[in-house]
C-alpha cells in the first residue's frame, strides 16, 4: 500500500512540476516581451540600457526554452537570478538618476514597466516553488 | 489493495496529460521563436544606420537650395543692417543673418555627412519637379507674384541687389522689406515642399522650423512696411 501511495504521489508531483515549468516558461516569455514595445526607444536614447533589455530578453527566453527542454533545475535557479537582477535594475533607475535616464527617476507608475515588474515577480514567485517542489522530489526519491 | 478509483486508468490518464504538455511545450517554443526573431529585427533596426540620401533625392536638393536660397538672404540682410538707420529694420536683418548663417551650416553638415558635394550638376529646383502641383497650388495662393525671374522662387535680381546699395537709405529700407518679404514667400513654398518630399526627419522639422519663423517674420515686415515711420 505505501509503495502504491508513494508512486501515485511521485506521479502527483512530476505533474506539479511540469505545470509550473509550464507556468515559468510563460511567465518568462511574457516578461521578455513587455521589454520589447520600449527596446527602441531605449537603444536610441540610453544605448546601455537597450542592451540591457536585449541580453535581458535574450536570457528570459533561453531560461524559458530550457525550462522548457530540460528536467534540471539550472534554468529555475537562472530565472531566480535574472528576474532579481531586473527587479533592482527596475529600483535602481527609479531611484537614481543614472546617465540617460535621469528621466526616470520618480516614474514608478510607466505602464510598460509596471507590467514588466509584474510578470518579473510571478516569475520569480513559480521559479522558487519550482526549486522547492524539485528538493521536494529530491528528498521523496532518497526516502524510498 | 488499490486505492484508485476503478473507472479511471491512471496509464491513460498520465498518457493523455503528458500529451497535453508536449502540445503546450511545443507552442511556447514556437512563441519564444517568434520573439526571438522579433528582438532581433527590432534591435537590427534601431541600431542600423539609417542609408544617406541619394545625390538626386529631395533632401540633397533641399539642403542645396536652401542654402542658395539663405545665401542671398544672407546677402540682402548684410547690406541692410550696414546701411540702415531703423533699429527694427537691423534687428530683423540681423536676426535673418543670422538664424539663415546657422541653417546654412546646418544643411551643409548634413551634405558633408551624407558623403555629398555641396553643389551639383542638377538644374536647380530639380528635386521638387515631382511637386509641380503643390507648386502652383501655393503659388496660386500668394497675396502678390514673386519678384524674381530665378529658377528658385522668391530670389531678388541682381539689380535688385545693387538697388539696395544705391538707393537712399529710407528707399533701401522701403526696397529690402519688399525683397525679404517676397524671398521668405519663396523660401516657405520651398520649406513646404521639403517637408513633404524629404525622407529624413531631421530635413523635414528643419523644414517646418523654416517656414514658421519666416512666416512670422514676414508679418513684422509687413507691420513695419505699412508703418508711415520706421525709427
Redesign the interface.
Known amino acids: 500500500?505505501s509503495a502504491?501511495?508513494a508512486r501515485?504521489g511521485s506521479?502527483s508531483g512530476s505533474?506539479r512540476t511540469?505545470r509550473l515549468r509550464?507556468a515559468l516558461?510563460?511567465a518568462l516569455?511574457a516578461a521578455?516581451?513587455a521589454h520589447?514595445p520600449p527596446?527602441?526607444d531605449h537603444?536610441?536614447e540610453a544605448p546601455w540600457m537597450?542592451w540591457l533589455f536585449?541580453a535581458f530578453?535574450?536570457a528570459a527566453?533561453g531560461s524559458?526554452?530550457g525550462t522548457?527542454?530540460t528536467s534540471t533545475t539550472g534554468p529555475a535557479k537562472a530565472s531566480i537570478g535574472l528576474t532579481l537582477a531586473a527587479l533592482a535594475t527596475y529600483c535602481a533607475t527609479r531611484l537614481l538618476p543614472l546617465p540617460q535616464l535621469a528621466d526616470d527617476v520618480g516614474d514608478w507608475l510607466d505602464p510598460w514597466g509596471l507590467t514588466s515588474v509584474a510578470l518579473e515577480l510571478t516569475a520569480l514567485v513559480i521559479a522558487v516553488q519550482l526549486r522547492r517542489q524539485a528538493g521536494r522530489q529530491e528528498k521523496g526519491a532518497r526516502a524510498l | 489493495v488499490t486505492i484508485e478509483a476503478p473507472h479511471q486508468d491512471p496509464v491513460r490518464l498520465e498518457l493523455r496529460e503528458q500529451s497535453r504538455f508536449v502540445a503546450v511545450r511545443n507552442g511556447l517554443l514556437a512563441v519564444i521563436g517568434v520573439l526571438a526573431l522579433l528582438a532581433a529585427a527590432i534591435t537590427g533596426h534601431a541600431v542600423a544606420p539609417a542609408a544617406a540620401p541619394a545625390e538626386t533625392s529631395a533632401d540633397a536638393g533641399f539642403a542645396r537650395d536652401m542654402t542658395a536660397h539663405h545665401a542671398q538672404a544672407v546677402q540682402m540682410a548684410e547690406i541692410i543692417r550696414t546701411r540702415t538707420g531703423s533699429a527694427a529694420i537691423r534687428t530683423i536683418a540681423t536676426d535673418v543673418s543670422l538664424t539663415q548663417t546657422a541653417q546654412m551650416g546646418i544643411m551643409q553638415g548634413w551634405l558633408s555627412a551624407w558623403g555629398l558635394p555641396y553643389g551639383s550638376t542638377a538644374p536647380r529646383m530639380a528635386w521638387m519637379s515631382d511637386d509641380q502641383d503643390h507648386m502652383a497650388a501655393m503659388t496660386a495662393h500668394q497675396p502678390a507674384p514673386l519678384p524674381s525671374s530665378a529658377a528658385m522662387p522668391g530670389m531678388a535680381k541682381p539689380a535688385d541687389i545693387r538697388r539696395l546699395q544705391t538707393l537712399p537709405v529710407t528707399d533701401a529700407d522701403r526696397l529690402f522689406l519688399q525683397l525679404m518679404i517676397a524671398h521668405h514667400r519663396g523660401g516657405i513654398q520651398m520649406a513646404a515642399a521639403g517637408e513633404e518630399l524629404a525622407s529624413r526627419t531631421e530635413v523635414q522639422q528643419l523644414a517646418s522650423r523654416i517656414a514658421s519663423s519666416q512666416r512670422a517674420e514676414i508679418t513684422q515686415m509687413q507691420t513695419l512696411l505699412a508703418a508711415p515711420t520706421r525709427s
Do not use: F, S, W
Request: proline share 0%; net charge neutral; charged share 5%.
Open positions: 500500500v502504491t501511495a501515485i506521479r505533474t511540469e509550464l516558461a510563460t516569455i521578455a516581451a520589447l527596446l527602441t537603444l536610441h537597450g536585449v530578453i535574450g527566453l524559458a526554452a522548457l527542454l
